[in-house]
């Protein structure tokens, strides 16, 4: 990259996007300058990863050519309020703000301000995170361009239209949270049939790890990849039938509806 890097709320996904970009050389320390709330935190940020850190968020804004802004959809109405008047047109604005419209973000900048809106989830933390992303009414493919490099170091990143975001939220960006409840199933069931709780952690993560690089890597159907497993008469049809007996499947589906739902009722708030 060139120009300069400001991270504007530096916290679990801010930092670790600043991480992921920094680990993979697309940005040196010397061009990143972040902001947080604390002094301590300021410190402990420079002091970790090199970079300038400040708690004066104007002060970031206005000498960065790329803004990234990692602030809560709670305070991020507040935080733009006192500082968006520091952005320019020059600049490309890329918020990962959860349920935050464009609409909403452009409303506090000046005239002509290119947003993009990110919505990406927790792997982010591991070079994994898939991002979705969007244009708000001034950006251009030039801007759509350096969100998907930024992204593209620290997971995968496909482009859609916003009025898809919600449902994003709900599939993507709260999909983590599904894994992390099967898998915490699993492994007490396998500690219900005897198992080392060690034991039953170990083979159920492994499971799900290899599990999602077939599905990733072979491009087969899941359909396809879950009939392998499933002989005629044998154990996983079994346990198959009693999961869709309990409707689990329609859980999910209700479940993800639910979360779309309530990523509309935020939206709209």
């Not at 400001?6 to 991480?19: F, S």
């Not at 300038?52 to 990692?70: C, H, I, Q, S, Y």
């Not at 060690?198 to 359909?223: C, F, N, W, Y």
């Amino acid at each position: 990259m060139e120009g300069t890097l400001a991270i504007i709320g530096t916290g679990r996904i801010g930092e670790a996007l600043l991480r992921g970009l920094l680990r993979s050389a697309w940005v040196r320390p010397e061009q990143v300058i972040v902001t947080t709330r604390r002094d301590e935190r300021c410190r402990a940020l420079a002091d970790e990863h090199g970079v300038r850190a400040t708690t004066d968020n104007r002060e970031a804004v206005k000498g960065a050519d790329v803004v990234v802004l990692g602030l809560k959809p709670q305070t991020i109405g507040g935080v733009l309020a006192d500082v968006g008047d520091a952005f320019h047109a020059g600049q490309t604005v890329i918020s990962i703000a959860a349920g935050t419209t464009t609409a909403f973000l452009e409303s506090h900048l000046p005239a002509d301000v290119p947003v993009v809106r990110v919505m990406t989830n927790t792997p982010v933390q591991v070079d994994e995170a898939m991002s979705v992303i969007c244009a708000g009414a001034h950006a251009s493919d030039r801007d759509l361009e350096v969100a998907e490099d930024i992204l593209g170091h620290v997971g995968r990143c496909i482009r859609m239209s916003e009025e898809h975001l919600n449902a994003v939220t709900a599939l993507s960006g709260s999909g983590p949270a599904y894994f992390f409840l099967l898998a915490e199933a699993m492994i007490d069931a396998g500690i219900l049939l005897g198992l080392p709780r060690d034991v039953s952690t170990e083979l159920i993560i492994q499971t799900m790890v290899g599990s999602a690089k077939m599905l990733r890597d072979t491009g087969r159907h899941p359909v396809e990849l879950r009939e392998m497993v499933t002989s005629p008469g044998g154990t996983t049809i079994a346990a198959i039938r009693t999961l869709e007996s309990a409707k689990v499947r329609a859980a999910f589906l209700d479940a993800i509806e639910a979360a779309r739902d309530r990523g509309d009722e935020l939206s709209g708030a």
